[in-house]
């Protein structure tokens, strides 16, 4: 008998209110009742994403938000800004050359966040950027990117700013329309906590005005072709969506206003800090050094030396249910991630922070059994986590 | 946003394998479809109580299963000895009363369990005693009784031995065809981990004998409706049943049986150390004084002097999601209840720990927060709980 814990950055922990909305019986997705909800999920990502802009709904990964954000908006030869400071910056690199963009690609190294100003420099330096590319949270070490400040920049460039805040939306505050982000992209699977297989994505009128002089050929995830679907009137998808996730994520962004925008920020502020704190105190260091670049979603932790950081998230996994993540891309077997956004709350980070200790002890980690989790304890109860 | 965790003896939590089944369409009750699991689950209860007697479906709370043995075997005016140790021996006693029954009441002090040699003196002393009924697990207090002696004691007089086994079988061992056990209640809610509802009753050779001459009027627990329709082929319940609760029960019976009974067993075991070992940690006292005495099923913990029991245990179910039990009877606003019988793991234990202190150190409680939890992670590590 062993219960599953989902401590990742997602998928990430569903209420059972939500898994029941998941499991309804299947409406047609040119029905009425399905154009109903479609009408009303894309509004609540609106109010969500605080914004006025199109949002569309993609029956995708985050990656094909992404990728449609590039394709839709650019043209072949077209020289793009890549900030580049983790697995996702890499990704939008990838992603810009597969489809022939000329990409300058602005790198940090992995766990450090950018610097708003070294973004106007190169676009002072390239007039002829048409796009900034970026991460809110990068999910592979955990930062937080300050996008206020980059979107107060990037705003009095030609360029638009495409902004991945698959991880961060939600969890962090992001004002889309008052920070001037031009293509913001998120999914169903991160702080909404909802099942995988939706991505969502709001376009500018700037931006707009890049995809009508796009060339570069996009057909599953052409924003004209939702446009023109969404803009009937039941408002419809071009394609079949993945109708119970969408059904599925009415419910979960109705217990994100019922919770509040400031109580779920607070829970998440609260989870990353006992987290952190709690794996300081058994003499784990966090791949974040500077803690004002610390986001709220995952944190990063150091494998020790002396650890084999992958036999101690399988024991966490396979002996203890809990799963969370290790490194991707070139910190795989240097860092683990704990997830902690979303539907995650105190007992969560106290079950992930019991399991760490157990896996660590049964490697001969140094430290008294119990001093992490007293620490996530102390964490909540003087930031008077629950109430009444 | 806040998660609930069930920490009662009964309701205890499901897993998401029998919650599945049991939101499956339901079959209708003399459909083929479902007298093959009727038959199946009737199978699997005798195997889960080591037993070739008759074992009866019955679709009530435990409750009904005690009514049921005591109507349907005794006569008017019967004498009964009932070994009262706690709320479920008064429930023994009032509907032995009830149905006019001459009952000798074997009383403990709440918090003992019951000494095999008073129930062969009762005997000897009165040979015209029918029956004897008696808890196995008495879920007001946590004790658990000798089943094992009481049956070699009463097996050699013309007796009956009826057990409420309810909140103990599957949590603690109880042999019914070996311990020579006449009748033996049972409900779905507690170790079995299904859905309230269902209740099962076993019914032995002697048992039967005493069921035919019975004057007791009885209709819906009638157990010779319940036989006749039983033994029908194909099997039949004599009314409707709870279909969906039958169907996720035999699901739980699978569970139970692909972990093993001896590892259910040792996991109760060491959940209720854990528990226990935390709880004088916290500086708190059992009820039940005596360690051999204790149960596996529940745990009885006294209200300490400055605290409010019941604010205690409202503040843990109220502010962070863990419902646990209050006292009953007599021992109402006395004690607490701690459940961790049926679907419960080591995190649960943690969790509820955790939530213990946080509502003691509300009330001022004094002790360093995280004593209570880090025992349990000692316990849990030093039994080796989780195996891969």
Known sequence: MKKSYIMTPGPVPISNEVLIEHGRPLMHHRSPEFSKIFAEVTDKLKKFMQTTNDVFILTSSGTGAMEAAVTN?????????????????????????????????????????AIPSDIKKALDENPDIKGVMIQQSETSTGILNNIESVGKIVKNYPAILIVDAISGIGASEIKVDEWGLDIVCGG????????????????????????????????????????????????????????????????????????GREKVYERHRVNALAVQKACEKLCLEMLVSDTASRGVSVTSIKVPEGIDGKLLTKTMRIKYGVTVAGGQGKLQGLIFRIGHLGYVGIFDVLVAIAALEFALKEQGWKFELGTGTTEVQKIFFENNYMSE
């Open 73 to 113: 908006t650019f043209s072949k030869g077209d020289k793009v800004l890549v900030v580049n400071a983790g697995n996702f910056g890499e990704r939008f690199k990838k992603i810009s050359t597969t489809f022939g963009l000329n990409v300058i690609s602005l790198d940090y190294e992995w766990g450090q966040s």
């Open 188 to 259: 169903s699977q991160k702080a909404i906590s909802a099942p995988t297989g939706i991505a969502f994505i709001s376009v500018s009128r700037k931006a707009w005005e890049m995809i009508e002089k796009s060339d570069i050929p996009k057909f599953y995830f052409s924003l004209n072709a939702a446009k023109k679907y969404a803009d009937k009137n039941p408002p419809q998808t071009p394609w079949t969506p993945g109708i119970s996730i969408i059904v599925a994520m009415n419910k979960a962004l109705d217990m994100f206003f019922e919770e």
